[in-house]
């Protein structure tokens, strides 16, 4: 087997079959002042610029050599999204929800045009922003959202759970290693 990110994280994601290495991966942010300095990319440009976004999260892979790209690098996309006032924040200091747009959970309402509000715009835009969107699966997942937010948004998958979400994961890559 050629040792190729995708290939190393499908052998992961299969029962952990084995690659000749370990991949290197993580489902959250890696992003860090050394990163952020290489790439010439902070915050909160990286969370609010389709472009800045992009070019930090493809600086993990070309940079540090992970197999897998996350660009997004705070809940808080999420949460102005649903209308909390957002710091976001800078070099030093990540986002911080300023409001909260509801007494409880039990009257959150997902707001049909999620995606079209600016701050969850941008993560889309940034795969478009560098060609990708079409190279790559967006899955969601989790309780805030269900299949048909999914299909709504034009994302490749819903999971439900983690373990779902990598069944989800290898069903998407159509891949048998």
Known sequence: MKSTSH???MSALYNGRKGDMPPAG??????CHSLMDSAGVSFPEAHLDANAVAHLALAGHEILGFDTVMPEYSVHQESAALGCDVDWGDQDTMPDGKTFPYDDFSDLQ???NILERPSMR??????EAKGLRNKVKVMVGGAPVNEKFAKDIGADGYGSYPGEAVGLAKKL?????
């Not at 941008?122 to 795969?127: E, G, K, N």
């Not at 890559?173 to 290693?177: D, E, K, L, N």
């Open 110 to 112: 997902i707001p049909e």
């Open 7 to 9: 290939n190393l994280i």
């Open 173 to 177: 890559m159509g891949h048998r290693i």
């Open 122 to 127: 941008v993560v889309l835009d940034a795969l």
């Open 26 to 31: 993580n489902p959250t942010s890696i992003v």
